[in-house]
């Protein structure tokens, strides 16, 4: 960045926060990083649009700087794209396996403790060593997280011992599938259950073994903890603690299990079912949220006895997965689509959300034109976007939306190309029953997104 400085009685540094706002909406994410390199108070300015408009951008860590997760396009492996102005006022950041080396891994938290600072809102760490070096770097940070996630990592006892210390600001914690080194074997590795932890309010625990054991330390959880009232677990660690959730005087506003085994028989899925349905009635939670990992046609033909079925996430959808009407459900995402959707919508008639990973528009405007509750969507990315440049016929879409009797507004979170050409060609984003927004300005459901 240079050092020039800027004449402050520029007319560009005229303009209010809302003017600035307008222009940058017409920027793409990589315009904007430009522009928060030409100077120190540019990259102020736009850095503060940057960390108010962008809260759903995926960064990943390295040694040398940030990088954009490019999870959101078609070719998964891409390289990804560093970013130059953003360090300061970043809220959500991944810390992967580094292949070169352990070292090289220090060095990547050192980078995020050294040009980081307390915009971090969420932190993942994913197949990492976790020892009090790493916990060093990072304690600050921690302090002001309100979401922490912990999946397939090495973690020391050190570090075992001092991380809930740091986090005071600890809204949501997501644990899944870590090793304990020796000594914290020895106090079973579930001690993080036995503390309290004032601002949380969500838990997402699948410490286990692979088909799942008894945890009794989730019994004191949720009695040093009666403020968490979202719970998420695979189906596996669900059962094994069945007896524990039965009896206890838990309180939840969303239970989500990940149905993680393809190998159950129609008894197994009418069991789970009658028990979720007999907790609901107890009043131990009100909403039920599924993410079917793997398909067994049996999944589906009985959801439709799940009376508290709010949310429903599939990993792929096909031809032989056809869903029953269920008329119960709210909120949708699928990430992989293999086949037309054209009559989903009229199984699904009271669908207020949806989340698509990779559609084709032929997969999202069965939704716009049937779903008449359908208040908000997103699509990470459009796969044939090239066969219409990007640019959306909203104005139709509307049009068509308009003869759907009760239709409400829906509000279209779009990946960056198509919002901004669409933008660029028509001069606005709003048309009646739809308007366009940019994905990366809408953080999803995170009690969906826990595996």
Not at 148 to 168: A, G, M, N, T, V
Request: charged share 25%; aromatic share 12%; proline share 2%.
């Amino acid at each position: 960045m240079s050092d020039q400085r800027f004449d402050l009685s520029s007319n560009i540094f005229k303009l209010n926060i809302d003017c600035f706002d307008e222009l940058f909406e017409w920027l793409s994410r990589d315009d904007l990083d430009a522009l928060g390199q030409t100077c120190k108070l540019l990259q102020l300015i736009v850095g503060d649009h940057f960390q108010r408009n962008f809260p759903a951008i995926e960064v990943r860590a390295e040694e040398d700087g940030l990088y954009v997760n490019d999870t959101r396009s078609a070719n998964f492996y891409r390289s990804a794209q560093k970013l130059h102005s953003f360090d300061k006022y970043i809220q959500k950041v991944s810390l992967c396996e580094n292949s070169i080396g352990i070292e090289d891994g220090v060095r990547m938290f050192c980078y995020v403790g050294t040009n980081c600072t307390t915009s971090i809102k969420h932190i993942q760490f994913m197949n990492v060593l976790l020892t009090q070096i790493e916990l060093v770097w990072i304690e600050k940070i921690l302090g002001t997280c309100e979401t922490i996630s912990i999946e397939d990592c090495l973690i020391k006892r050190q570090f075992y011992e001092k991380f809930p210390e740091h986090c005071e600001n600890l809204r949501s914690l997501y644990v899944k599938d870590c090793r304990w080194n020796r000594n914290v074997l020895k106090r079973t590795g579930n001690d993080w259950l036995q503390r309290h932890y004032p601002k949380l309010n969500h838990l997402s625990w699948t410490q286990s073994s692979k088909k799942g054991q008894k945890i009794d330390e989730l019994r004191t959880f949720f009695a040093l903890n009666p403020q968490v009232v979202s719970f998420s677990t695979s189906f596996h660690c669900f059962w094994n603690n069945r007896d524990f959730i039965d009896q206890a005087n838990v309180k939840l506003q969303d239970l989500t299990i990940e149905f993680d085994d393809w190998t159950w028989t129609p008894r197994n899925i009418t069991e789970t079912y009658r028990l979720l349905n007999n907790l609901h009635a107890k009043g131990i939670y009100e909403r039920l949220n599924l993410y079917a990992r793997y398909h067994n046609l049996d999944y589906f033909g009985q959801m439709t006895s799940l009376n508290a079925l709010h949310s429903l996430h599939l990993h792929e959808i096909s031809e032989r997965y056809n869903l029953p009407q269920l008329r119960q459900l709210k909120e949708l995402r699928i990430q992989y689509i293999n086949t037309d959707l054209d009559n989903l919508p009229k199984q699904l008639p009271n669908l207020e959300r949806v989340y698509l990973k990779f559609a084709d528009t032929k997969h999202f405007l069965p939704f716009i034109y049937q779903s008449a509750k359908l208040k908000e969507m997103k699509i990470d990315f459009v796969c044939d976007r090239a066969t219409f440049n990007c640019v959306l016929d909203v104005a139709s879409m509307h049009k068509e939306r308009e003869k759907l009797m009760g239709a409400r507004k829906v509000v279209i979170f779009i990946d960056e190309h198509v919002f901004l050409a669409t933008k660029w060609s028509t001069g606005k984003t709003e048309f009646g029953l739809i308007e366009i927004e940019r994905g990366y300005k809408h953080v999803w459901n995170r009690k969906m997104e826990c595996f």
